[in-house]
């Protein structure tokens, strides 16, 4: 009962501020109704005996009523509550005139409480009908009273009218000042919430705006944190309307107009980062999030933003990308170094070597151009010897060289043995300009150092000014010291390579000689010895005629040892006496050789075509040269057979992978079978003992030509001439 | 000669050393049982019937005198085709050379030459070489039956 009575008193939260005044209004006023009216009741027993009964009456039912009210308000039935007070307060009064005598009693008064009390129905409709209501029923009881419908009227006493004034004026004020209270509170709160709001809204650690529903944007509210945001005023804002487009930063100005566009159209909400220009000129980042706050029916009313400073996080995130960046480059560059060092160590052909790492380094930085130089014996000249692209390819057939002296990049840079950089090659004017690499912007030379000496340089182009970089300079500088340490290491290999060439070709020289000696030499030794011993028996029997073809066989093979000592000391003076080499029209050399042997070319009938015109300016020991032809075109002429028409053609056929020209003699004589040409080079090899020789020419010849750095080869059939080709460097 | 059977096949491109063989086996009344050839060419044809000696019926020799360094066909050559014969291969072959060199020897040797000898440079040291050598290979040593 306890409990009963407690949640009774209790009136309950309702989710609104005005639901909860009316609540409390109407609580009210029923406690109030039900306690005046048992006051009523007092009033009545003291002062008019005679309306006691029907006091009772009115008592019972409003304390009836108001407990139903407080029940449905504590049901959250306010509403039905109000309608119900309301109503039954209606019914006391309409009763109460009735039944004591119409329009006169003072109970008729009470219509203006009903009337006042209607205000608390939340239905406004309900409450006018409620008026309309009271004010008709007072209509209908004066037309019943006037035709006599009522009881005759009640004659109050003055103190019990007045009683009954003073319980509807107690009433009225009790409503008044509760209506009045309530709506103080209402005041206060939303007065208070609304502090609140603002108080967090200009508290927050971000700028609230307020701009206009349309594409212009004007500013119509910022917050204050707007001058510690930005420095200006906060009246610049509200003064300029357009001020914030005037401190966007020019870079972003058109993406934000675009966005602000976009969200223009759709509604969607605008989230944006951009720069601003703070009043002492600084550039922050901000973060610009906008809602369009539309009404109850849904119309834009405005776009509420945020902007929010990100300055600090896009610096970091800026840090992080130059990081990123930075890191990215070291990682290419530590690759390439590898890559480069691996080749470095693993290719010694130098024609492999360079080109590849030419190509390492353009490709994986993204250069335009790189070429490697390297200086050539005189050291005046540096020669390309490796570059990329097409262009590269270009400079390489036309053979490109630049001069060690300060006239260009490369030049200077072999010459001062240091790196040079030119970050817009058009103001330095060290780099010589090439028209084959017109988009060159930035340009660096390094030097190829190894063992302390300049042995050539790298030139490495790009297509954006300015891009290179200390750290560039020392990273690249690393491989082109490797790339130099490795041209230098394959230097030396070749150098290696050829000297145990030369050696194993000395050395079977040397076993052929030997072999010479204890064959060759032998050979007419034992016919000399042999014969002096049958000299003696001749000279012993009288045999004179066997006596001289004795003698003659042994007079023969001393000439014959002769012969082949002497051959053997102009082999081994070839290797040791070489004139120093000239620049001779090689058309000499063949008009030498032919004037010598003028006598058997006539001899034999035998037509020369030489192809004059063909033949370059060589390098060359003269006097060993003429040797070579005047033994190749004798050759020729000894092994002609019975060819009816002997010719021999000298001429050129073109160049071989070094580089050198291709001389050739050909006749048409008897020719040489395959299995006997690599023998016919071999010392004192004869094929054909019936004609004249020691066998030592074509020897001779292959030493001569091996000397000047050529090669000789035979292309023959049996019978069908032979052709010897051979190689000399040109001038 | 042809017709008569002979008892050495002399090869010798050297005319003087040819001499000199042949006078010093003329001691052993075989001279005119010598056969000499300047090349290896030629004395393959006659062995094998064939080139000049084609279509003739010739002697085989008892002993075959080889020099190594022969124009035309090479005297290691002349060799093979010899001991790669099946019927040729029975012939004793004695390799007489200026060369010591052991390439020559090993070379010999391993084409199945029966002997090698070198030119001793010296009268008698030289007779007394083919002194040997004809009662070595034509007396004391007994030969494979000879076909005709």
Same mark, same amino acid.
């Given at each position: 009962?306890?409990?009963?009575?407690?949640?009774?008193?209790?009136?309950?939260?309702?989710?609104?501020?005005?639901?909860?005044?009316?609540?409390?209004?109407?609580?009210?006023?029923?406690?109030?109704?039900?306690?005046?009216?048992?006051?009523?009741?007092?009033?009545?027993?003291?002062?008019?005996?005679?309306?006691?009964?029907?006091?009772?009456?009115?008592?019972?039912?409003?304390?009836?009523?108001?407990?139903?009210?407080?029940?449905?308000?504590?049901?959250?039935?306010?509403?039905?509550?109000?309608?119900?007070?309301?109503?039954?307060?209606?019914?006391?009064?309409?009763?109460?005139?009735?039944?004591?005598?119409?329009?006169?009693?003072?109970?008729?008064?009470?219509?203006?409480?009903?009337?006042?009390?209607?205000?608390?129905?939340?239905?406004?409709?309900?409450?006018?009908?409620?008026?309309?209501?009271?004010?008709?029923?007072?209509?209908?009881?004066?037309?019943?009273?006037?035709?006599?419908?009522?009881?005759?009227?009640?004659?109050?006493?003055?103190?019990?009218?007045?009683?009954?004034?003073?319980?509807?004026?107690?009433?009225?004020?009790?409503?008044?000042?509760?209506?009045?209270?309530?709506?103080?509170?209402?005041?206060?709160?939303?007065?208070?919430?609304?502090?609140?709001?603002?108080?967090?809204?200009?508290?927050?650690?971000?700028?609230?705006?307020?701009?206009?529903?349309?594409?212009?944007?004007?500013?119509?509210?910022?917050?204050?944190?707007?001058?510690?945001?930005?420095?200006?005023?906060?009246?610049?804002?509200?003064?300029?309307?357009?001020?914030?487009?005037?401190?966007?930063?020019?870079?972003?100005?058109?993406?934000?107009?675009?966005?602000?566009?976009?969200?223009?159209?759709?509604?969607?909400?605008?989230?944006?980062?951009?720069?601003?220009?703070?009043?002492?000129?600084?550039?922050?980042?901000?973060?610009?999030?906008?809602?369009?706050?539309?009404?109850?029916?849904?119309?834009?009313?405005?776009?509420?933003?945020?902007?929010?400073?990100?300055?600090?996080?896009?610096?970091?995130?800026?840090?992080?990308?130059?990081?990123?960046?930075?890191?990215?480059?070291?990682?290419?560059? %530590?690759? =390439?170094?590898? +890559? #480069?060092?691996? @080749?470095?160590?693993?290719?010694?052909? $130098?024609?492999?070597?360079?080109?590849? /790492?030419?190509?390492?380094?353009?490709?994986?930085?993204?250069?335009?151009?790189?070429?490697?130089?390297?200086?050539?014996?005189?050291?005046?000249?540096?020669?390309?010897?490796?570059?990329?692209?097409?262009?590269?390819?270009?400079?390489?057939?036309?053979?490109?060289?630049?001069?060690?002296?300060?006239?260009?990049?490369?030049?200077?840079?072999?010459?001062?043995?240091?790196?040079?950089?030119?970050?817009?090659?058009?103001?330095?004017?060290?780099?010589?300009?090439?028209?084959?690499?017109?988009?060159?912007?930035?340009?660096?030379?390094?030097? %190829?150092? =190894?063992?302390? +000496? #300049?042995?050539? @340089?790298?030139?490495?182009?790009?297509? $954006?000014?300015?891009?290179?970089?200390? /750290?560039?300079?020392?990273?690249?500088?690393?491989?082109?010291?490797?790339?130099?340490?490795?041209?230098?290491?394959?230097?030396?290999?070749?150098?290696?390579?050829?000297?145990?060439?030369?050696?194993?070709?000395?050395?079977?020289?040397?076993?052929?000689?030997?072999?010479?000696?204890?064959?060759?030499?032998?050979?007419?030794?034992?016919?000399?010895?042999?014969?002096?011993?049958?000299?003696?028996?001749?000279?012993?029997?009288?045999?004179?005629?066997?006596?001289?073809?004795?003698?003659?066989?042994?007079?023969?093979?001393?000439?014959?040892?002769?012969?082949?000592?002497?051959?053997?000391?102009?082999?081994?003076?070839?290797?040791?006496?070489?004139?120093?080499?000239?620049?001779?029209?090689?058309?000499?050399?063949?008009?030498?050789?032919?004037?010598?042997?003028?006598?058997?070319?006539?001899?034999?009938?035998?037509?020369?075509?030489?192809?004059?015109?063909?033949?370059?300016?060589?390098?060359?020991?003269?006097?060993?040269?003429?040797?070579?032809?005047?033994?190749?075109?004798?050759?020729?002429?000894?092994?002609?057979?019975?060819?009816?028409?002997?010719?021999?053609?000298?001429?050129?056929?073109?160049?071989?992978?070094?580089?050198?020209?291709?001389?050739?003699?050909?006749?048409?004589?008897?020719?040489?079978?395959?299995?006997?040409?690599?023998?016919?080079?071999?010392?004192?090899?004869?094929?054909?003992?019936?004609?004249?020789?020691?066998?030592?020419?074509?020897?001779?010849?292959?030493?001569?030509?091996?000397?000047?750095?050529?090669?000789?080869?035979?292309?023959?059939?049996?019978?069908?001439?032979?052709?010897?080709?051979?190689?000399?460097?040109?001038? | 000669?042809?017709?008569?059977?002979?008892?050495?096949?002399?090869?010798?491109?050297?005319?003087?050393?040819?001499?000199?063989?042949?006078?010093?086996?003329?001691?052993?009344?075989?001279?005119?049982?010598?056969?000499?050839?300047?090349?290896?060419?030629?004395?393959?044809?006659?062995?094998?019937?064939?080139?000049?000696?084609?279509?003739?019926?010739?002697?085989?020799?008892?002993?075959?005198?080889?020099?190594?360094?022969?124009?035309?066909?090479?005297?290691?050559?002349?060799?093979?085709?010899?001991?790669?014969?099946?019927?040729?291969?029975?012939?004793?072959?004695?390799?007489?050379?200026?060369?010591?060199?052991?390439?020559?020897?090993?070379?010999?040797?391993?084409?199945?030459?029966?002997?090698?000898?070198?030119?001793?440079?010296?009268?008698?040291?030289?007779?007394?070489?083919?002194?040997?050598?004809?009662?070595?290979?034509?007396?004391?040593?007994?030969?494979?039956?000879?076909?005709?």
């Amino acid at each position: 009962m306890t409990k009963f009575a407690n949640r009774l008193f209790h009136i309950p939260e309702y989710s609104d501020n005005e639901s909860n005044v009316v609540a409390r209004l109407t609580y009210n006023a029923a406690i109030g109704l039900a306690l005046l009216s048992l006051a009523f009741v007092i009033i009545s027993a003291v002062v008019a005996p005679a309306l006691l009964e029907r006091a009772v009456i009115m008592a019972f039912m409003v304390i009836f009523t108001s407990f139903g009210v407080m029940v449905l308000i504590q049901n959250y039935k306010l509403q039905i509550a109000s309608i119900l007070l309301v109503s039954m307060m209606w019914l006391v009064i309409t009763v109460g005139a009735i039944t004591a005598g119409g329009v006169s009693a003072p109970i008729f008064i009470g219509y203006m409480i009903v009337i006042l009390a209607g205000g608390l129905i939340p239905n406004k409709r309900i409450g006018i009908f409620i008026s309309l209501a009271s004010i008709l029923t007072g209509i209908l009881v004066v037309i019943a009273e006037i035709n006599g419908l009522l009881p005759p009227p009640f004659q109050y006493s003055a103190i019990a009218r007045l009683g009954i004034y003073i319980f509807f004026f107690i009433v009225t004020f009790l409503l008044q000042t509760s209506n009045t209270r309530s709506l103080q509170m209402l005041l206060k709160q939303a007065l208070q919430s609304q502090a609140q709001y603002k108080s967090l809204l200009e508290n927050i650690p971000a700028t609230t705006y307020i701009n206009s529903k349309d594409e212009t944007a004007y500013t119509e509210y910022v917050s204050p944190q707007v001058e510690k945001l930005l420095g200006y005023p906060r009246n610049m804002f509200i003064l300029d309307t357009l001020f914030w487009k005037k401190i966007l930063h020019p870079e972003d100005y058109e993406r934000v107009m675009n966005a602000n566009h976009a969200v223009n159209m759709t509604g969607e909400l605008f989230n944006v980062e951009y720069r601003l220009i703070t009043k002492d000129q600084r550039v922050i980042w901000v973060k610009d999030e906008a809602t369009l706050v539309r009404n109850e029916s849904g119309a834009p009313q405005y776009w509420l933003g945020v902007w929010t400073d990100i300055t600090a996080r896009k610096h970091a995130e800026e840090e992080q990308a130059d990081l990123v960046s930075v890191m990215t480059k070291r990682t290419i560059q %530590l690759q =390439t170094a590898a +890559e #480069v060092s691996r @080749a470095a160590s693993s290719i010694l052909d $130098l024609n492999k070597l360079l080109p590849m /790492v030419a190509d390492l380094i353009c490709n994986h930085f993204d250069y335009y151009y790189v070429g490697i130089f390297l200086i050539e014996e005189s050291k005046k000249w540096a020669i390309l010897s490796a570059a990329t692209g097409k262009q590269g390819q270009q400079m390489l057939d036309t053979n490109y060289r630049l001069k060690v002296e300060d006239s260009s990049m490369i030049g200077w840079c072999i010459k001062h043995g240091e790196a040079r950089i030119a970050l817009d090659v058009g103001e330095d004017a060290v780099r010589f300009k090439n028209p084959l690499l017109p988009l060159t912007r930035s340009e660096m030379a390094l030097p %190829l150092i =190894t063992r302390g +000496e #300049v042995i050539g @340089a790298m030139t490495i182009q790009s297509q $954006l000014p300015a891009t290179f970089t200390h /750290v560039d300079i020392t990273a690249l500088q690393t491989m082109a010291d490797q790339v130099a340490n490795a041209i230098q290491n394959a230097r030396l290999f070749t150098e290696r390579v050829n000297l145990n060439r030369e050696l194993e070709t000395q050395n079977a020289e040397l076993e052929r000689f030997t072999y010479t000696v204890s064959h060759d030499l032998r050979s007419p030794l034992v016919t000399i010895r042999g014969f002096l011993g049958y000299l003696r028996q001749d000279a012993e029997s009288g045999d004179l005629i066997r006596f001289d073809k004795d003698l003659a066989r042994v007079a023969n093979a001393v000439d014959k040892m002769q012969a082949l000592l002497n051959d053997l000391l102009e082999l081994s003076r070839i290797g040791r006496i070489i004139n120093p080499p000239e620049k001779i029209p090689f058309r000499e050399i063949v008009a030498e050789a032919i004037e010598l042997l003028n006598g058997p070319l006539e001899e034999n009938d035998i037509r020369m075509i030489v192809q004059e015109e063909s033949f370059p300016n060589i390098f060359g020991d003269h006097a060993r040269l003429v040797e070579v032809m005047q033994n190749l075109v004798g050759n020729a002429a000894k092994f002609m057979g019975d060819q009816a028409h002997p010719t021999i053609e000298i001429g050129t056929d073109g160049e071989d992978a070094d580089k050198k020209t291709i001389f050739f003699v050909r006749d048409n004589g008897i020719g040489i079978d395959h299995q006997y040409h690599e023998r016919i080079f071999g010392l004192f090899n004869r094929l054909d003992p019936s004609i004249d020789g020691t066998g030592i020419g074509l020897t001779l010849v292959k030493r001569i030509i091996e000397i000047h750095g050529g090669r000789i080869w035979i292309q023959s059939e049996s019978g069908a001439g032979a052709t010897f080709y051979f190689t000399l460097p040109h001038a | 000669m042809v017709g008569e059977p002979i008892l050495v096949m002399l090869v010798e491109d050297n005319v003087d050393h040819a001499e000199l063989v042949i006078r010093t086996l003329e001691e052993h009344r075989i001279a005119n049982k010598v056969r000499h050839f300047l090349d290896g060419q030629s004395a393959l044809d006659y062995l094998f019937h064939r080139g000049d000696f084609a279509g003739q019926p010739q002697a085989r020799p008892h002993v075959i005198l080889l020099d190594l360094r022969l124009p035309r066909v090479d005297g290691i050559d002349v060799l093979k085709a010899i001991k790669e014969d099946d019927d040729l291969k029975a012939i004793p072959v004695v390799v007489l050379t200026t060369s010591e060199a052991e390439k020559d020897v090993a070379r010999a040797y391993y084409n199945h030459a029966n002997s090698y000898l070198v030119k001793p440079v010296g009268f008698e040291e030289f007779k007394k070489l083919m002194d040997d050598l004809g009662f070595y290979w034509l007396s004391w040593n007994t030969h494979p039956d000879i076909k005709e």
